[in-house]
């Protein structure tokens, strides 16, 4: 696996408000958050840039609105902020893509000429997915650690259900056999970045 010396993690929407079961249901993946500790870490320490995403909802009962103590990074995240090496940049969004958030990420991943970024956070299939998909429509080489994401269980058209599982498992294989982004393990991606 080749890792640029300036590839850019790109950790969408690590937030309070996503601990609170009540309103997102069954999650996924418990080992995500030590893993996305991890991938932060291994970024930090070999100076490469790291860009920190935050949803702002504007939905008045979302546990992510500005204001309300789940709009703030998960402690593990927010520790991490400022310690790195590398470049680093915070984004603020309110829609699924990092894309669309302030400042500009392409226009900051461009003029720092980073052509390929890691996609990790929460939800696998919602922000996550979304940001990977739109990196990869322009143009950007993407790596997807899908044990790097959660998601809750969720419901569609018709009653239709799926479980939070099911949804990753999904995302994973659109992602990476439409060829948007390279889904990998993080591990794979730490010992790429530490060699």
Not at 85 to 114: C, H, I, M, Q
């Amino acid at each position: 696996m080749e890792i640029t010396e300036n590839a850019a993690l790109v950790v969408v929407d690590v937030q309070e408000g996503f601990e609170e079961e009540a309103y997102w249901g069954a999650r996924n993946n418990p080992d995500a958050d030590r893993n996305i500790a991890a991938l932060i870490d291994a970024w930090q320490a070999s100076g490469r840039p790291v860009v920190f995403v935050r949803h702002d909802s504007d939905k008045p009962d979302s546990p992510l609105r500005p204001g309300y103590a789940g709009n703030d990074f998960k402690p593990y995240v927010e520790e991490r902020r400022g310690k790195g090496r590398g470049d680093e940049l915070f984004v603020t969004k309110s829609v699924n893509s990092a894309f669309y958030g302030t400042p500009d990420l392409d226009t900051w991943l461009r003029e720092a000429g980073v052509r390929q970024i890691v996609v990790a956070g929460i939800q696998t299939n919602m922000c996550a997915e979304t940001t990977a998909r739109m990196a990869g429509n322009l143009g950007y080489g993407v790596f997807f650690p899908l044990d790097a994401t959660y998601t809750f269980d969720g419901v569609g058209p018709w009653g239709w259900t799926l479980g939070a599982e099911e949804l990753a498992r999904a995302t994973a294989v659109s992602l990476h056999g439409g060829g948007f982004a390279r889904v990998v393990g993080s591990r794979e991606l730490v010992a790429a970045v530490s060699a």
